[in-house]
């Protein structure tokens, strides 16, 4: 065989080959199927939040539950952690509905108390309650007068009831009226009584002169609340 022969041949059978691996490369999609990455391959690019075993899915760190996380407290300033302000409350009221007192109680130790018969109205005895201490007092409720050999006490006029707490300075003055005996002579059991004892709410009681002659009452006598004028103390 002469060597042009040869040469024709080996490049017939290279050029057979080289379509051969040509029409390979471009049979893809076409017989031949792309697997894609390796299994392999494939795991080692999952994130790290990614599905775990048995289809649950883990959640990235600093996720909790599902739900978001509570929002932070906005606690004002000079509040309480209930929402309530932190100022000091209001002043209460006792069951009467007035102001509660305040101030050491009026009576016999700190005050003087002197008792006068007026002309109007008719048949009524003034009595006076002058504070002597240092300090403000509160007169509250009523005279408890005992009328010589007494054995009862005359009732209160609920009518009298005062608005607030009749509150003395030193040196002020509260008032109560009493009712001796009735005007038209309706009333019964009279008698003269010479002597008075007046006790307080509170404390030590006091014992002021009645006029020498006496004062009548009879089953009409009826006190009234202390009051802080004279003329509300004579109204009755």
């Known amino acids: 065989m002469s060597a042009r022969t040869a040469r024709t041949r080996l490049l017939a059978a290279t050029t057979v080959a080289l379509a051969a ?17 390796s299994a392999a391959s494939h795991s ?3 994130p790290t939040g990614s599905t775990a075993a048995g289809g649950t899915r883990a959640k990235p760190a600093g996720e909790t539950g599902g739900s978001t996380a509570a929002p932070k407290s906005t606690t004002t300033p000079g509040t309480t952690t209930a929402g309530t302000s932190g100022g000091s409350g209001s002043s209460g009221k006792n069951g009467s509905g007035t102001s509660a007192t305040r101030n ?3 009576n016999g130790a700190n005050t003087k108390t002197t008792a006068t018969e007026v002309s109007r109205p008719l048949n009524h005895l003034l009595l006076t309650v002058t504070n002597t201490g240092a300090k403000n007092c509160d007169l509250t409720g009523y005279p408890i007068a005992r009328f010589g050999e007494a054995q009862s006490v005359p009732p209160v006029a609920e009518s009298t009831h005062p608005q607030a707490v009749v509150t003395l300075a030193p040196g002020e003055s509260g008032y109560a009226g009493i009712l001796l005996s009735a005007a038209d002579g309706s009333g019964g059991n009279g ?8 006790g307080f709410a509170k404390g030590s009681g006091a014992t002021p002169a009645l006029p020498a002659k006496g004062v009548y009452v ?4 009826t006190v009234t609340y202390w009051q802080q004028s004279l ?3 004579l109204a009755y």
């Open 21 to 37: 691996l040509a029409l390979t490369a471009c049979d893809n999609g076409k017989g031949v199927r792309d697997e894609g990455p």
């Open 44 to 46: 080692s690019s999952q």
């Open 104 to 106: 050491p109680a009026c």
């Open 191 to 198: 008698y003269t009584a010479k002597t008075l004892v007046v």
């Open 218 to 221: 009879d089953d009409k006598l």
């Open 231 to 233: 003329d509300d103390a």
